[in-house]
């Protein structure tokens, strides 16, 4: 039992912070707009700082969940506050706390009405994200994954475009729709096991039949985070609507949540049920990967093919845990990670130029390599590991989901392998139309290249895509034992389920 609850001071911290912004108050409406920025900021990079104190002291050698804090919350219910990390989790955990900073930095300039109600919204967004990678009782996990919708929606519907009430509000709807038959499934498996403590859950053994419901109740609320094709359409929309700062924590850490849940719950809670769908997710991931490619390929909006091509990204994700092979699930995790630092850099890619010249019509751009050149190479190093080049974070992910995949069905890898293809060509495109070209138009001629404050977000998010490409082994050394482990669980329930089948039968 950890003495120190770090767990509990990474998830509460930027909360805190949140508080005290609240109060800050002056005459002058600039004093107290730089003070929530600062302020924010301060505790944004602090609460990084705690995590990576936290990262040192989890030993990835060991697949079981560590620093974990327990805290009676509803006695009577045996329902418990209780947090704790594995392999998979501390490293969106890191990912979280990293992606704010980068965010709040993002919106230094670009954020100019109600600021400090803007950080109040981040500094408790991050707590939500957080506090639900980190929870390992099934009730407080809810709270959380739920808690997240709240200032996602502010943040989409007041600092969002023209039409950001529309966006947010189809972005509550569709998350808030899935979660209800989610919350039925948690309530349904806390009255089965008497108790909602995330690690006794994984080794009981739910009947059958309950099974297949509880995989699609939460299929529902998980595929829909993803978002899995053809429950995909909320997130193009809420993409173009959202503040840059906004679409960077959308992509990079709430399109993962679904994943993360695939991996906590669905897999190794309901292993026969998961193997009775393996089918139906093999065939919304594949459709995910073509269609939206294609997709994507047609777009005129920069924002919304970077947001297509997230989802045929998450396709590889799905496809990868389904495999329940250790090279895909592993591959699936790494991708997550990767998209979430590459495609949170793309959105501050188009942040960049949309602040110069407001719109993010591709057709606008063009000759951009002329007049901002450290723009270009930026704009080159995340394209390329978006498209999965050999060296960049982005190859790993998908060469190891795919490897997963050929090992269990060849037709299903086949096709998802033309993703890579189509992923090439229309970020190829969407590169060539705005960096190359002739520079013939007057407002784009006098754009300006990269500031220091840019460079500042741009340079350690390159270094980390590269690392991961180069060195993929610091990620899946953590990641490899809690993989195994959940494999386990997998396998343990498969056999507990066919031990009851034969029981049945013999007294039949």
């Given amino acids: 039992m950890n003495t120190f609850p770090i767990l509990s001071l990474i998830t509460f911290l930027p909360l805190l912070g949140a508080l005290f912004i609240f109060f800050i108050n002056g005459a002058k409406q600039e004093y107290i707009d730089r003070s929530a920025k600062t302020a924010a900021l301060f505790v944004s990079v602090f609460t990084f700082g705690a995590s990576l104190f936290m990262y040192s002291l989890f030993k990835p050698e060991n697949g079981d969940f560590q620093l974990i804090e327990t805290f009676r919350w509803f006695p009577s219910l045996n329902i418990s506050y209780k947090m704790g990390v594995d392999g998979i989790s501390v490293l969106f955990v890191l990912l979280s706390t990293f992606l704010t900073p980068v965010c709040l930095l993002a919106s230094w300039n670009s954020i100019k009405k109600n600021v400090k109600e803007f950080m109040i919204a981040f500094l408790i967004l991050e707590t939500m994200m957080i506090g639900m990678f980190c929870s390992l009782d099934i009730v407080l996990f809810y709270v959380f994954f739920e808690g997240v919708l709240i200032p996602m929606f502010i943040i989409i519907g007041v600092w969002g475009g023209p039409r950001r009430v529309y966006s947010s509000f189809k972005f ?3 998350t808030l729709l899935g979660s209800v038959l989610m919350l039925l499934a948690i309530l349904a498996m806390y009255l089965h096991a008497e108790t909602s403590d995330i690690t006794v859950l994984l080794n009981t053994n739910f009947p059958i039949q309950m099974q297949t419901w509880l995989w699609l109740a939460f299929f529902a609320s998980f595929a829909v985070k993803m978002p899995m094709w053809p429950v995909h359409t909320w997130l193009p929309d809420a993409h173009v609507e959202a503040p840059t700062a906004g679409s960077v924590i959308l992509a990079g850490v709430l399109l993962k949540m679904g994943g993360y849940g695939f991996l906590r719950f669905s897999v190794p809670m309901f292993p026969v049920a998961t193997m009775e769908f393996t089918w139906l997710i093999y065939g919304l991931s594949v459709v995910a990967i073509i269609y939206t490619s294609l997709i994507a390929l047609v777009q005129t909006d920069m ?7 997230s989802v045929a990204h998450m396709g590889f994700v799905t496809l990868g845990i389904f495999t329940l092979t250790e090279q895909g699930m592993e591959g699936a995790v790494f991708q997550m990670l990767s998209h979430g630092i590459v495609s949170a850099a793309l959105f501050l890619c188009v942040g960049v130029v949309y602040d110069r010249l407001h719109t993010r019509n591709i057709g606008r751009y ?14 080159m190093v995340f394209m390329l590991a978006s498209v999965g080049l050999p060296g960049t974070s982005g190859f790993v992910g998908e060469f190891l989901s795919l490897l997963g995949a050929f090992q269990v069905n060849t037709i299903v890898a086949t096709l998802a392998s033309t993703g890579v293809v189509l992923g090439a060509a229309y970020m190829l495109y969407l590169y060539r139309a ?6 013939d138009k007057d407002d784009v001629k006098k754009m300006l290249d990269l500031d220091k404050r840019e460079i500042t977000i741009f340079l350690p998010m390159i270094v980390l895509v590269l690392w991961m490409g180069i060195y993929p082994s610091t990620v899946l050394n953590t990641v490899a034992p809690a993989i195994k482990k959940t494999i386990t669980y997998h396998d343990q329930g498969l056999e507990r389920a066919e031990k009851e089948e034969k029981q049945k039968g013999d007294i039949q």
């Fill in 434 to 439: 705005v960096v190359f070209g002739p520079l």
């Fill in 172 to 174: 509550f709807l569709y």
């Fill in 366 to 379: 063009g000759g951009l390599v002329n007049n901002m050149p450290k723009y270009a190479t930026v704009f």
């Fill in 303 to 309: 924002k919304k093919l970077i947001a297509y091509s």
